[in-house]
């Protein structure tokens, strides 16, 4: 952040980021613009924020000639599952989204860039999931309306710099989740109030590239052992990132099953996403409401059966298995 920012710009900030919608927002800054110093060592910020305006007005416009203003915060579900992405400012949530995805949230070294929710898709291993980038999660305002959006998650991915205080940032996340009723899925014990959603948390410690920081992740591991799942990852090395989403799949308990129509090969390509201890049954409903009213057979090949072994409704389905369905 630049040096020599008056008072005045501070106050500015603080109304931009209680703004309510692009209409307000983009007055807001315009004001804040008013406040920055004009010398070289400002002229990044002005220019992210100049970029950030234009966006605004537009925004703005189309809302005074919708007559209404529609919540960015309504984002429908699309691909197999929902994964929300949280975190303090420039942990790397925007730079995971625009690596991964189809998206292009605006990416930068300065804090609060990420001011609107923004989603993108993404296949791994042959299954479709929706990422969504989020705000920053700031205990002096967050949009209501976020919380609204997270509780819709199939999964949580908190992310943290390691290199900036980490642990106070998962303790300011934590808090503010918790504050709005959010809590992760294997603390229920702990939280016995009947208005929190518990929703499977996964903990990306971001930015371990550099010599040495391996040490410093295990020390926070440590620290945070108690029921936390971090993984370590560098976004900008590209480390761990399978890794991280070979977790994230089995933290929601997803398995890709195959159909394989009678005497035809399964189509590899195209596999049903069911949840882990998922039927026959659950599968066939899956394929076609027929298959479930009229199925009289299955022939199964995968993990522990033999190939084309006939099952009933209730055989528990495993990630990899194909069916064949007969009628």
């Known amino acids: 952040m630049p040096t020599n920012l008056p008072p005045e710009y501070f106050e500015a900030e603080r109304k931009f980021k209680e703004a309510s ?29 100049r970029k950030k305006l234009s966006k ?27 994964i929300v992405v949280v975190g303090a400012p420039n942990s790397g949530k925007s730079s995971l989204i625009a690596s991964l995805t189809n998206a292009k949230p605006e990416v930068s070294n300065y804090p609060y860039t990420t001011w609107l929710p923004t989603p993108g898709m993404m296949e791994y291993h042959n299954i479709h999931l929706q990422l969504i980038d989020t705000p920053p999660l700031n205990k002096e305002h967050v949009e209501p309306e976020l919380f609204e959006l997270i509780k819709t998650a199939d999964l949580i991915l908190l992310m943290l710099d390691l290199q900036e205080s980490p642990l106070e940032q ?18 229920k014990e702990e939280y016995k109030e009947q208005r929190i959603k518990f929703i499977p948390f996964v903990l990306a410690i971001n930015k371990v590239e550099a010599k040495g920081l391996e040490e410093e992740f295990d020390v926070l591991n440590d620290l945070l052992r108690d029921g936390w799942l971090l993984i370590p990852i560098s976004i900008k090395e590209n480390y761990n990132i399978d890794r991280l989403f070979d977790i994230i799949i ?70 990899g298995d194909v069916v064949e369905l007969h009628l």
Request: glycine share 6%; proline share 3%; aromatic share 8%.
């Open 21 to 49: 919608n692009p209409i307000e927002k983009a007055a807001a800054l315009e004001e804040l613009l008013g406040t920055i110093p004009k010398h070289k060592g400002t002229d990044k910020l002005r220019a992210e924020y």
């Open 56 to 82: 605004l007005k537009s925004l703005a416009q189309q809302s005074k000639k919708a007559g209404r203003y529609d919540s960015h915060y309504h984002i429908e579900k699309e691909g197999a599952a929902r």
């Open 250 to 319: 089995r933290e929601m308990e997803l398995i890709r099953v195959y159909s394989k129509p009678p005497g035809e090969d399964a189509d590899k390509s195209q596999p049903f996403i069911l949840k882990r201890g998922s039927t026959v049954e659950t599968f066939a409903a899956k394929v076609h409401k027929d298959f479930l009213v009229n199925l009289k057979s299955a022939r199964i090949w995968g993990k522990y059966v033999f190939d084309g072994q006939q099952v009933g409704r209730n055989h528990v389905l495993n990630d």
């Open 170 to 187: 998962f303790d300011d996340c934590i808090n503010i989740l918790i504050e709005h009723h959010i809590a992760f899925a294997s603390k």
